[in-house]
């Protein structure tokens, strides 16, 4: 249901920021974008009263941006850590921040987008900083949706560089399974979370599949014939261990979370429309338009 109130996304240029302005355009909301680049935010085609530069991470940036505003959506995060930036200063504490200005604005909703499971995976240095923020939101007395994706499609860009080399590796047997989730159906969900009462919400796409199955499919949308090497899970295990013992968090924080994910099914109930084989196939034709 389309509110007449206003929205404010955080993060609007990020993948799934991006996919959410354009639905927040297509719906006509009455909304406000938040980012650091400004120019980044009128490339996306947006009017100088839904721009707002700011810089989530100094809470000065951030007063009086809420003003007159009913929902946040923050896709605040950083997958690789940059510019001298930890996931407690981005993933938990610019959330903080944004909490804050929108407890003393007076919104009456906050939505933050973590990851599926999140809860049971403290111990990874990029869920740590997020299920923090998760503590923090609950505690705040401000009603609030955390959305928990398991995966976008663009997560799956991996399968496709493998396969561009014409095999695909994967730990252990391959069989366990992923729904993994396109933007712009997200972003649905996200806009649907506005005046819905549910304080977590997992989310998948509609296909259910096992890793050899997509790299199979990486493989078939590539022309090449289907080689897929497993690799004993063990490597996946002594090298997650090797990486904490070895490197900064910086480094190792998001194969860790990747090789995690790995060795276990995440599965979400299902949502949306694109497959994750017309993504493939459009994502070969976008290399092959770029190489011509």
């Known amino acids: 249901m389309k509110t007449n109130n206003k929205i404010a996304l955080a993060g609007a240029t990020g993948y799934l920021g991006r996919h959410i ?3 927040l355009q297509f719906n006509q909301y009455n909304f406000v974008a938040l980012a650091r680049n400004i120019n980044k935010l009128k490339a ?9 530069e700011v810089q989530v991470t100094d809470p000065d940036t951030l007063t009086g941006v809420f003003e007159g505003v009913d929902t946040v959506i923050s896709t605040v995060g950083i997958t690789r850590q940059k510019d001298g930036l930890t996931y407690m200063d981005v993933d938990y504490q610019a959330n903080v921040n944004l909490l804050n200005e929108a407890l003393n604005a007076g919104v009456r909703k906050f939505i933050y987008v973590s990851a599926v499971n999140g809860q049971q995976f403290r111990h990874l240095k990029i869920m740590e900083a997020k299920e923090k923020f998760v503590d923090v939101l609950q505690a705040s007395g401000l009603e609030y949706t955390v959305l928990r994706p398991n995966g976008f499609f663009s997560d799956m860009q991996d399968f496709l560089d493998m396969a561009r080399g014409g095999r695909v590796y994967l730990f252990g047997n391959g069989e366990f ?3 993994p989730i396109h933007g712009e159906d ?3 969900v996200c806009l649907q979370a506005i005046e819905t009462n549910q304080p977590e919400i997992s989310v998948g796409g509609p296909d259910i599949l096992t890793q050899n199955e997509i790299g199979a499919l990486a493989l078939t949308t590539q022309s090449k014939p289907v080689n897929i090497t497993h690799i004993p899970d063990w490597v996946r295990k002594v090298t997650i261990i090797l990486l904490r013992t070895f ?6 924080g998001p194969i860790e979370f990747f090789l995690t994910m790995m060795g276990q099914d995440n599965v979400a109930p299902r949502h949306g429309r694109h497959r994750l084989a017309d993504f493939f196939w459009q994502q070969n034709k976008n290399a092959k338009e770029v190489t011509v």
């Open 21 to 23: 302005v354009q639905q």
């Open 44 to 52: 996306l085609g947006l009017s100088e009263s839904q721009l707002a």
């Open 177 to 179: 399974k992923l729904n």
């Open 186 to 188: 997200l972003a649905k």
């Open 247 to 252: 490197t900064s968090s910086k480094t190792y």
